[in-house]
């Protein structure tokens, strides 16, 4: 099994609402990766969880926050989300040591108004 | 990590090989070449990735010049499915990195496989 699976595939919110997005893998993989991708854009790395621990953090604003409740589940939390946010959130995992390959979800699509 | 250089869009008949070039002159020793593919609406797929010789799996193959300063992604027998942006990333190993795999996306060449 090589299914990295993302919820929601579509989200709306306002700039005041509080939400979640969440990524689930059972490949046993132990680093985890939030990505952010514009339309027409590549897709850009937001945050790496290793071991369940943060371990990269590329400036992203506070009002995104992750979470790695264990090594199968990543969470995005999102609160006070500005129209610019708007964006595809990409989710992927890989195996530490040795492991190469990224194995990316579908995405969800977040439209914030 | 070095930065690539990649066609914006290419073209290519149905049953016909396509060739994706990419540039990456400031590639250090350690450094591989990643392949991805990225189809409409879709989450990023791996393809293939190498270092210094030749690869081949049962998507493409990759051609990496002697000199390591450029590579070819190679689909053998393009089909409309393959009609997505290619993604040519060049990066160190894990253990250079630590703590995951950190891809940095360039803005990729948008090839189109026509009937």
């Known amino acids: 099994d090589t299914e990295v699976t993302q919820t929601p595939k579509h989200l709306v919110m306002g700039m005041t609402n509080k939400k979640s997005l969440k990524c689930e893998q059972h490949m046993g993989h132990r680093a985890m990766y939030w990505y952010k991708q514009k339309a027409k854009k590549p897709p850009e790395l937001m945050f790496v969880y290793s071991y369940e621990k943060l371990s990269i953090n590329e400036s992203v604003p506070s009002r995104f926050s992750p979470e790695c409740p264990n090594s199968s589940l990543l969470n995005l939390h999102l609160h006070a989300l500005q129209p610019e946010d708007s964006a595809l959130y990409l989710c992927?995992?890989?195996?530490?040591?040795?492991?190469?390959?990224?194995?990316f979800g579908p995405g969800t699509r977040l439209l914030v108004l | 990590d070095a930065k690539t250089t990649q066609p914006t869009s290419m073209d290519c008949a149905e049953g016909r090989a396509a060739n994706l070039p990419c540039n990456h002159s400031t590639i250090s020793g350690n450094e591989y070449v990643y392949w991805y593919r990225q189809i409409h609406s879709q989450g990023p797929q791996y393809i293939i990735h190498?270092?210094?010789n030749n690869e081949t799996n049962e998507m493409a193959s990759l051609i990496i010049t002697e000199d390591r300063k450029s590579s070819t992604l190679i689909l053998p027998h393009a089909t409309l499915r393959d009609t997505a942006v290619y993604y040519c990333?060049?990066?160190?190993?894990?253990?250079?990195?630590?703590?995951?795999?950190?891809?940095?996306f360039g803005t990729g060449t948008q090839l189109k496989v026509e009937l």
């Open positions: 190498g270092l210094k």
């Open positions: 990333i060049v990066r160190p190993p894990w253990v250079v990195t630590g703590g995951g795999n950190k891809l940095t």
């Open positions: 992927a995992s890989s195996q530490e040591a040795g492991g190469e390959t990224q194995y």
